[in-house]
């Protein structure tokens, strides 16, 4: 689906950008195994202790992120669209399923209800990552970037850079 095909709605909408020197098939891997996933979700210093994904449309992306103080934070999401190599589709207003969400206080964002649209494109040679995460309401949108999204996504996207980067290396890929 090209980019223009979800334009964002600045009132609703955050989007993320990163122009990375690696495959698109390497980011797509670090998305798509829970090994991978592991080291770059949750933003440094804290980790993600625990990831379960059915890479399917319905299946489950869950992962539990644990703060320096040592308190987990589940997070579990139905993924909605794969196309590999190209897209991913989550949201946490839904359960695996397809189930309407259970709500969990004090986890998944705080409680704010989005959908993310992950692209990534093919450009000279380098992979260019996109996420949009639509918002229900301006109030949702807000308040998740309050919360950090630029600084909390920002660094986990590093971070996934970096994922991608590693797994090139130790395929003998050049870029």
């Known amino acids: ?51 379960r994904i059915d890479p399917r449309p319905g299946g489950i992306f869950r992962t539990v992120m644990r703060s320096p103080e040592g308190q987990d934070f589940p997070h579990e999401t139905c993924l909605i669209e794969l196309v590999e190599n190209e897209r991913i589709v989550f949201t946490n207003a839904l359960a695996p399923g397809y189930r309407p969400a259970a709500d969990l206080p004090g986890s998944d964002c705080a409680g704010i209800p989005f959908t993310a649209i ?12 996109s996420v949009l995460v639509l918002h229900k309401d301006e109030a949702g949108r807000k308040r998740h970037e ?30």
């Open 146 to 175: 309050e919360i950090g999204f630029h600084e909390g996504w920002g660094t986990c996207a590093d971070q996934l850079i970096e994922v991608a980067r590693q797994l090139g290396e130790g395929s003998g890929c050049s870029f």
């Open 1 to 51: 689906m090209a980019r223009d095909a979800n334009p964002a709605d600045d009132r609703l909408d955050l989007r993320l950008d990163r122009t990375i020197a690696v495959p698109r098939r390497l980011i797509w891997k670090a998305w798509t195994e829970p090994a991978h996933i592991k080291k770059w979700w949750a933003p440094a210093p804290w980790t993600t202790v625990e990831c």
């Open 118 to 129: 992950v692209t990534l494109t093919e450009r000279a040679g380098k992979a260019h990552y």
